[in-house]
């Protein structure tokens, strides 16, 4: 397949002339408005086609891409994006709302608003409406070291993503995306036998910037993935959404795509993606992005395991884990070399 079926930049004229299928061209990206997107997926489309809708909107904070709308105009734009978005997602999918907090006015007279209140009771108004059985599955706590100094409240180190499920059939890969073991050595007292999941432990909701393996630093002036958008999410907090919540083949959608990160995170996890990006900048670097992560030349910021720094016995890796589990660790990563990199994330068993 040539570089220009499998990925295309589109306009809101040339996709309903020349967009044929996600099969002919499973990485379309589409400079324009989303709610002409959705409109023309519509029309191509009976049938529920996302399995994830994945995205961080526009927060109406002031930023370069945004024009200042009124809260009216605001939830406005989003009630029509998120009516027709939710009926699109199959049954098996999921939506995923990134979103952080307004910030009103500076300094002692200032107030914040959480944008996952506003959203939540968007959503749930939204889908009852369409009498969707939305299901809020988690409201995830995605916490990073870095940001802007406060001075007259305490500075903000977290935002959030929302997930929400269309159905109970919901896809939920959670071999796929467990997490560092903090103690893999542990025995059961009772039977004397390792006690966890060679596979990782259960993720939990708060995706903390010291204590696990998803270290995930927001892409700020120094990090590999920053570009000349000021609010790109960083790619392995979507990889990580996407792993879990899709499976490979699948189609991922972002209405707000800025410059296609959602869209790098599929191409890297053989995904096929959608995204809708009105300024033209961000589209053309987002083409460029979503070209390097299809060769695999992307520069982003990997996961990384994080040490447990206390080195007591049971923090080490059972040597028989990793023998006994060689075929299961295949199965699960996919190649040899993925099962490496997985391994040497973990000390060595200092009794053997
Ligand atoms: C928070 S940014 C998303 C950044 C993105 N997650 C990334 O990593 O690059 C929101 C984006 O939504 C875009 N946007 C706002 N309204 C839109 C609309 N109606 N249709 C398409 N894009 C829109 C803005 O231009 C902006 O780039």
Redesign the pocket.
Known sequence: MSKEENLKLFTSKTFDQDFKSFEYTPFALYN????LLLKSLKKKFKEPIFDLVI?????NIGKE??DDLSEEEYIA?HTD?ITEALPMIKNTGSICWQVGFQVNKTGRSSSILPLDFLYHELFMKIAKKLEIPLKLKNRIIWRFGHGGMAKTRFSGRYEVVLWYTVSDDYTFNLQEIGEQQKYPGKRSSRTGEISGNFLGKNPEDVWDFKETIWDIPNVKSHHPEKTI?P???PIELIQRLTLGLTNKGDLVF?????????GCAAALLDRKYIG????ND?STK?LKRVEEAIARKLLYREAKGVMDPRESEFSVMPDAWIRMSAKHLLKAYGSPEKVFKYLKQFPKDKKQ
Not at 254 to 262: I, K, N, T
Not at 276 to 279: I, N, Q
């Open positions: 324009g408005d989303t709610r995205t961080s909107p526009p927060y891409y945004e734009l994006i958008h609010c790109q999410f972002d209405p707000y795509a800025g410059v296609h990160s959602a809708g990006e009105l300024d961000y987002g």
